[in-house]
DNA sequence: GAATAATTGTGTTAATAAACACAAAATTAG
DNA sequence: CTAATTTTGTGTTTATTAACACAATTATTC
């Protein structure tokens, strides 16, 4: 079974990124390629350990997060199957600045960063695939600079809701947020205290912006909640 | 006078970046290479705008920031020579997300990012250059998130002068911030209001930490600044 | 170098969010 | 299935920072 994913994993999902390579190439991945389940929030490195593995999240969901004053958490990226992440840190030769944790039971293909170092002084595309990622998350990330430090306490959490969203996605029913996360986790992604995301979320209940049921959240009006999230 | 300065830059400042490139490709580089002054607040390129040009600060001393809540801006980089910047947004594929502006007189070079794409996709060095550099950033950025929002005004503003300070160093006599900034770019550098940087500095110089005249800053206690940046 | 504009400094008030406390509900573990 | 633990919800108080106003000083510009 865990072959057959990796098999899949190979040569489906991460087409665009490990199609780049040859055949030797990929002989090379496949053989290191570890394949590790976590239980939900199981850590999966800490912050200030020295990175060893890229990591690839083949199902489930993960949370980047960074500890911060007085045991505070503060979320800085999700991730969701298939992406990778756990590289930076290996590339600017640092020990990790975050944590990576798991939502809910997930599975991850661990791949030595020697190893991909190694491909990428000799596979330019993999080099640029790389140069692509960091690019976009430093984009998101100075601009997280300025939407949590500027931006009042209603109109962060109605952005956490949105990159929910927009990372996550809807349930069939086309307005259930697709993950269920503790009212502490909403607050570390928008940088706010629990009761204070507990009150502002019943706030929009109340506006009828969404229904909420125990970590069940309905998104009944996401064109307000755009609004709120640019506008305040 | 400007040839001179160009051969210098390919031919020593620059010397673990460009000294990858065999002759052809530093030609290349040469002919394409244009050099501008820019005056003191002068914007080099705006949020919102297509990236272009790689730039690199030859002398001078430049911000990149954004934009944010009523005009209220975010410093989040400082430049010194011989740096780079302007790349990321090519790479991401998107249009500029901070703006890039001069602090003082600066001259700079800049190189059609097309040009740098062909150079990356034959030579994994310059390749890997990116990645490193990106990487490092993204580690900052991560890193200015959790300290932006979490921690209290002073240890933000005592974080800021210790930025200034590893960025640009002390004068001669190892004590004066070898930057002038207007209060307000202060305050821009550690997310506050004019005023509360201002009085801030006072409480600083109160303290003993620093002597202020004007926008000449000597910092007269760095451990005891390093100590409040840490913990408030 | 005088006029104009911008920046700095300070006091005061108002807005915002954190801290704390505690009951109720839900979840988890045995 | 029940006890223990954690999470959620709500009220109240306190701390922190922004907003505003205005005088004094310093830079710019013509």
């Known amino acids: ?83 990778y992440f756990g590289y930076r840190a290996y590339f600017a030769e640092e020990a990790y600045v975050s944590s990576a944790g798991a939502f809910e039971p997930s599975t991850l293909g661990a791949l030595p960063m020697s190893l991909v170092y190694q491909l990428i002084q000799k596979n330019n595309k993999l080099a640029l695939f790389f140069i692509s990622e960091l690019s976009k998350n430093l984009g998101g990330s100075d601009t997280k600079i300025v939407n949590l430090t500027q931006k009042h306490i209603r109109a962060r959490l109605a952005e956490a809701l949105i990159v929910l969203k927009d990372n996550y996605g809807y349930e069939a029913d086309g307005q259930t947020l697709n993950i269920f996360m503790a009212r502490e986790d909403l607050a570390n992604l928008s940088n706010m205290t629990t009761s204070n995301a507990i009150r502002t979320l019943s706030g929009f209940v109340t506006e009828k912006i969404l229904i909420v049921d125990g970590r069940r959240i309905k998104i009944l009006n996401e064109a307000q909640l755009r609004k709120i999230s640019k506008f305040g």
């Open 1 to 83: 079974m865990i072959k057959a994913a990796l098999a899949k994993v190979i040569s489906e999902d991460l087409a665009d990124v490990w199609s780049i390579l040859d055949n030797e190439e990929k002989r090379l991945i496949t053989d290191a390629f570890v394949i590790q389940n976590f239980k939900k929030n199981q850590i999966i490195y800490a912050e200030g350990e020295e990175p060893e593995y890229l990591w690839c999240l083949l199902k489930g969901k993960v949370k980047l997060f960074k500890d911060g004053v007085g045991g505070r958490a503060q979320i800085l990226r999700l991730m969701r199957p298939v992406q």
